[in-house]
């Protein structure tokens, strides 16, 4: 009976879609086609506009970004939203933190800007930071290293039941008339996850973490490795190995790993065999 449950649970294994490691993004183009502007319902006395300019970026390509504040009170609330920075953590994990750099000139004046994300129709936006104090004519660089759910606000839904979320920018003047020009480049955003079944820790999901597993097979913990048990349940079992086999190949493979790494399928089939054979050599000791 242990044996048919294992099999059957091996199985539907092979059918789960698999982990990838953490995402990144970047753009120096600012290609048009790939870029949209939506003004805030806020937005008042003023306007934007926001093309790709072909020259004078940090190389070459750069999103130039204008905003005119027309009278006072005035307001220009702008999100510009990248299409292809889409990021599903109901396939691609929960998220853990989200990472992001930029580089910016301004031309006149300055701005307000953010990093932003589009999910289930509601605007985020987090790491607000102005660029007026850095003067004109040089490009800069702003990053924030581990931006949290909690930090783009109580609807921001970081879990793996959250809907896709799709990054951007957010840029903002208010309260002086004029016109405010900032470029900005090389946008680079890192979203980090939970690697699940990187037992030991190396970033990668693979063969090493598959023997602690199948090393402590069957164990209560302790005495078996606490490694061994990601599910946490106190049991080395088919929680623990799902864990693992769920997420192959997740990561980036340690530069000292075989570079001939099985399919999930055939490793599927592999572990399946050898815990049937571990279990008829167990039951044939006892018998």
């Known amino acids: 009976m242990r ?3 294992l099999a059957t649970a091996l199985s539907a294994f092979l059918c789960i879609p698999r982990a990838s490691a953490d995402a990144i993004y970047s753009d120096g183009l600012f290609d048009n086609a790939d870029w949209s502007l939506t003004l805030s319902a806020g937005t008042t006395n003023g306007t934007a506009v926001a093309l790709q300019s072909a020259v ?16 006072i009170p005035g307001l220009v609330q702008v999100f510009h939203t990248q299409s292809t920075f889409v990021y599903d953590p109901s396939v691609q994990g929960a998220i853990d933190s ?19 994300f589009e999910q289930g129709g509601v605007f985020h936006i987090a ?12 490009w800069h660089t702003h990053s924030a290293p581990a931006l949290l759910e909690a930090d783009f606000g109580n609807a921001a839904d970081f879990s793996a039941s959250g809907a896709p979320i799709t990054f951007g920018i957010f840029t903002a003047n208010s309260g002086q008339v004029g016109t405010f ?35 402590n097979w069957n164990q209560s913990v302790p005495p078996g490795d606490p490694l061994a048990d ?15 086999l769920g997420n192959w190949n997740a990561g980036t493979p340690p530069a000292d790993s075989q570079t001939n790494i099985p399919e999930p399928g055939t490793l599927g089939m592999s572990v399946l065999c050898g815990l049937i054979m571990m279990a008829r050599s167990r039951r044939d000791r006892i018998v």
Do not use: C
């Not at 004078?56 to 009278?71: L, Q, W, Y």
């Not at 790491?127 to 040089?138: C, L, N, Q, R, W």
């Not at 990601?230 to 693992?244: C, K, Q, T, W, Y």
């Open 3 to 5: 044996t048919l449950l």
């Open 56 to 71: 004078g970026g940090n190389p070459d390509n750069f999103r130039n970004v204008t905003h005119s504040v027309t009278s």
């Open 98 to 116: 989200i990472a992001w750099s930029i580089d910016f000139k301004n031309s006149e004046l300055g701005q307000a800007a953010a990093l932003m």
């Open 127 to 138: 790491d607000v930071f102005v660029t007026t104090s850095f003067g004109t004519g040089a």
């Open 181 to 215: 020009t900032t470029g900005y480049d090389n946008l680079l955003i890192t979203v980090s996850s939970t690697l699940t079944g990187d037992l030991d820790a190396d970033g990668f999901v693979g063969i090493n973490d598959l023997n602690i597993v199948l090393g």
């Open 230 to 244: 990601p599910s946490g349940d106190g049991f080395v079992g088919i929680e623990d190995l799902n864990a693992v």
